[in-house]
Structure formats: C-alpha cells, structure tokens
T-cell receptor, first 116, second 116 residues
Framework: QKEVEQNSGPLSVPEGAIASLNCTYS??????FFWYRQYSGKSPELIMF????GDKEDGRFTAQLNKASQYVSLLIRDSQPSDSATYLC????????????????FGRGTQLTVWP | EAQVTQNPRYLITVTGKKLTVTCSQN?????MSWYRQDPGLGLRQIYY???????DKGDVPEGYKVSRKEKRNFPLILESPSPNQTSLYFC???????????????FGPGTRLLVL
C-alpha cells in the first residue's frame, strides 16, 4: 500500500497570510505529484503539479518537492477567503510506466479556512 | 466543452439490487478511473483503465466491476450493493503519457449513492 499523508488540519489563516500545506509519501520511486482543491460538495480540481525537485510557482501558488525527504508542499501566498477549501495531495507511484500511470494515490486532505 | 459526465447524480437503492453508474468523457482520453470518497478516508481508487479493454484494480475493488468497451465510456457496476458502498463516487479521465498533458485529470461531478 502506497501511503500519502497530509497534515490533518483544519488549518485556519487570516486573509493575506501564507497558508502552508504539507504532504509526505511512502513510495520513494513516486514520479509525479499533484495538488487538488475541492470545494464542499464539488469535484476536485487540479491546481498544481510538479515532477522535479525544487519549487514551481504559478501565481499565488508554489509547490515544493523534496524527493530525498519524500515530501511535497503547497504554499498559498496572499490567501483569500475564496481559497477556503479542502486541499488534496496526490501521487503517481513508481514502477513500470505501463502499469502505474493509471494509479493515483490521494492523501486524506487538509481543510483550509481563510478568514477575512 | 471538455467534460466528464456521470449519471445518475444521486441514487438511493436497497441492498442487493444491481446498479450501474455511467461515466462518459468527450476528450478522447486514454485513462479513466473510478474513485470513492468517504469522510476521513479521502479519495480511494476503485478501478482504472489505460485504454479500451484494459482495466486494473485500484485500492478498493471489492464489490465493484468495470468495463471499457468504448474509449469514451467507463461504467461502474455494483452487482449486489451493500450499505458499506454508500459513498460519493467520482469518475475521472486524463490523456496518455505521450500527450504531454498527462497531469490534466478531469473529474466528473460525482454520484451520491445511498444503499439501504
């Protein structure tokens, strides 16, 4: 069983602050990493993906990957009330591409509340 | 419009009565998956398909069947539903590795199932 663990939360930050969401994974061979946002009652939507060690920035979002430590994080700068949602970390495991590319392991999610 | 559709969106049934949840995508995606989402457990993959006639088990396949006879459709079949299959179900699709957009997974709107 490949495990993906997220800080359980809930996380509450004031508007304008930086929200930091963390995720660790058990499979050292994992190859692709994703952050999804899910509003209550809605389906998940992809907000960031990262494949290589280091930082990847997209607007107010920064994903950070450290394969040696097996963690991936998401920073949300200038948090807005509209960012209030559950954030899901997801990982494609290592192994033969033909058999693993269809797999996607999700963490249990971290609920973020941004208060005005 | 690129989309994944699921039907029905809501379903109440009784133990043992066979049911099918349909999933269809209009993006010519190779990969399709079914997930269930339960409080405190996050999203768990039930089955996935890498192309027509190619399917494989995810983490929680017991009690479910799938088929992929056409590229666009991936129905989920519960032959004899039980109360522990009460859940929120999501279908998802994404392109193959060669497309260069393998990270772009689209989720359907979800199907809420209650088994009495």
């Amino acid at each position: 069983q490949k495990e993906v663990e997220q800080n359980s939360g809930p996380l509450s930050v004031p508007e304008g602050a930086i929200a930091s969401l963390n995720c660790t994974y058990s499979d050292r061979g994992s190859q692709s990493f994703f952050w999804y946002r899910q509003y209550s009652g809605k389906s998940p939507e992809l907000i960031m993906f990262i494949y290589s060690n280091g930082d990847k920035e997209d607007g107010r979002f920064t994903a950070q990957l450290n394969k040696a430590s097996q963690y991936v994080s998401l920073l949300i700068r200038d948090s807005q009330p509209s960012d209030s949602a559950t954030y899901l970390c997801a990982v494609i495991p290592g192994g033969d591409r033909g058999s693993t590319l269809g797999r996607l392991y999700f963490g249990r999610g971290t609920q973020l509340t941004v208060w005005p | 419009e690129a989309q994944v559709t699921q039907n029905p969106r809501y379903l109440i049934t009784v133990t043992g009565k066979k049911l099918t949840v349909t999933c269809s995508q209009n993006m010519n995606h190779e990969y399709m998956s079914w997930y269930r989402q339960d409080p405190g457990l996050g999203l768990r993959q039930i089955y996935y398909s890498m192309n027509v006639e190619v399917t494989d088990k995810g983490d929680v396949p017991e009690g479910y069947k799938v088929s992929r006879k056409e590229k666009r459709n991936f129905p989920l079949i519960l032959e004899s539903p039980s109360p522990n299959q009460t859940s929120l179900y999501f279908c998802a699709s994404r392109p193959g590795w060669a497309s260069g957009k393998r990270e772009t997974q689209y989720f359907g709107p979800g199907t809420r199932l209650l088994v009495l």
